[in-house]
C-alpha cells in the first residue's frame, strides 16, 4: 500500500450530500441509478450514476445522505455526465453499499 502525505488527503473534498432524486440508468453497461445530491449552498446540486443496483432501488434513496468525492473532474458515463463520485463499500459479494453518516448532518459538510 503506498503511503500518502496528510496534504495529499486534504486535497480530496469529501462532503456529505442528500439524495434528492433517484432514477433507473438502464442505458449503462452496468446496472446503475442516476442520482441527483444537495451538497448545500456553497456546492449546490451534483449529480452522478453509481452501480449500486445489488442493495437499492431508486425510491428507498430519496433524503439518504452519502458521502462522495466533489473535486473530481466531470466525467462522461454513458449518455450522462457525472460530476462527483459517490462512496461506497464491497459487501462479501463485492456489490457497492453505500457511505454515509450514522447521524443527520448539514449538507456539504466536509469529513475530516
Known amino acids: 500500500m503506498a503511503e500518502i502525505s496528510f496534504d495529499d488527503f486534504l486535497r480530496v473534498d469529501i462532503?456529505?450530500?442528500?439524495?434528492?432524486?433517484?432514477?433507473?440508468?438502464p442505458e449503462a453497461r452496468k446496472p446503475a441509478i442516476k442520482l441527483w445530491l444537495d451538497f448545500g449552498p456553497e456546492i449546490g446540486e451534483r449529480k452522478t450514476s453509481a452501480q449500486i443496483t445489488a442493495h437499492y432501488a431508486p425510491g428507498t434513496l430519496i433524503g439518504r445522505?452519502?458521502?462522495a468525492v466533489v473535486n473530481f473532474p466531470p466525467r462522461q458515463i454513458g449518455k450522462f455526465m457525472s460530476e462527483v463520485l459517490?462512496?461506497?463499500?464491497?459487501?462479501?459479494?463485492?456489490?457497492?453499499?453505500?457511505?454515509?453518516?450514522?447521524?443527520?448532518?448539514?449538507a456539504g459538510g466536509r469529513l475530516h
Open 86 to 106: 459517490v462512496l461506497g463499500l464491497p459487501d462479501e459479494n463485492g456489490d457497492v453499499v453505500l457511505v454515509g453518516p450514522d447521524q443527520t448532518i448539514p
Open 65 to 67: 445522505q452519502v458521502l
Open 15 to 25: 462532503r456529505v450530500g442528500t439524495i434528492l432524486r433517484a432514477e433507473p440508468y
